[in-house]
């Protein structure tokens, strides 16, 4: 187990650090109301007990009272070579710190995977997470980054859609894949392995990310939701299957890689 780092997280200068000098602008009532939705509280007690990388996301899902059903286990191979592990996301929270939980215990730790950098202000969370700035311009170090994560002994663990399941067509679905795990993972050798993590959130989730692409509104309020998500998740079972390994050989030149990734989309939901 890893060294314990207690924390308190301090929302007030999170969004500080976002805000910058805009920040005393806020309204301290806002503020104090956003503490409230996120449950602040009740997520620094379990913060205070200092859970680090793969325990950390152990104990979170004990600590809400999650129950899992997991299937295809004996689909992850031990033989010591890297893989990319590829998974719909509906939940944008707890599927995250689910899968970290079995793959990284299944691999000694050695996960990593792309993270809302505002999750980066979890200490926990740190040595798991490759940081993405959604408030932020950083394309030239954020692809360093993914391209070290690919290149090190670490498991890659990819949310190809890169936002949470939205309501499409009358069913709860990832938008089309990226095809960056494609070419990334021809790149470096690494085999892809699907995932299905059955689950949804709240229907004022759906309702709030729909009237925001009406609106055609950029900034993400949606995601400032999945806090009050994750709290509702406590005492909930869910579902995750994970299939066999697609050779990365196989995905040829016959498709793009944005087709590519559209069929690995297609098998992890046939799970």
């Known amino acids: 187990m890893a060294e314990r780092q207690p924390q308190i997280l301090d929302i007030e200068k999170v969004i500080e650090s976002k805000a910058g000098d805009k920040a005393d602008r806020i309204p301290k009532f806002l503020i104090n109301w956003f503490k409230r939705f996120m449950h602040i509280d009740f997520i ?7 859970y680090v990388g793969v325990d950390f996301c152990e104990n979170a899902l004990k600590y809400l009272g999650v129950e899992l059903e997991v299937n295809g286990i004996e689909n992850l191979p ?21 899968l970290g939980a079995l793959i990284g215990r299944e691999y000694d730790g050695k996960i990593k995977y792309l993270m809302n950098d505002l999750l980066m202000n979890l200490k926990g969370m740190v040595p798991l997470g490759i940081p993405i700035n959604k408030f932020g311009g950083q394309a030239r170090s954020l692809s360093r980054l993914v391209n070290e994560a690919y290149s090190s002994d670490n498991q890659m663990l990819i949310f190809p859609a890169g936002l949470c399941s939205r309501k499409i067509d009358g069913r709860i679905q990832d938008i089309p894949w990226g095809k960056s795990f494609v070419k990334m993972s021809r790149e470096t050798g690494r085999d892809i ?6 689950g949804e959130n709240s229907k004022r989730f759906y309702r709030i990310a ?3 692409k009406k609106l055609g509104l950029k900034f993400n309020f949606a995601m400032m939701l999945l806090p009050d998500e994750m709290y509702r998740s406590k005492g909930r079972k869910y579902r995750i299957t994970f299939g066999k390994p697609v050779e990365i050989s196989s995905l040829d030149k016959s498709r793009s890689d944005f087709e590519w990734a559209q069929v690995i989309r297609a098998k992890a939901y046939e799970l």
């Open 193 to 198: 392995i699907p995932i299905h993590f059955e």
């Open 44 to 50: 620094n007690g379990y913060l205070k007990e200092g």
């Open 210 to 212: 729909t009237l925001q």
């Open 78 to 98: 031990k033989d010591g070579r890297k893989y990319t592990f590829v998974s719909n996301h509906p939940l944008g929270a707890i599927d995250g710190v689910t």
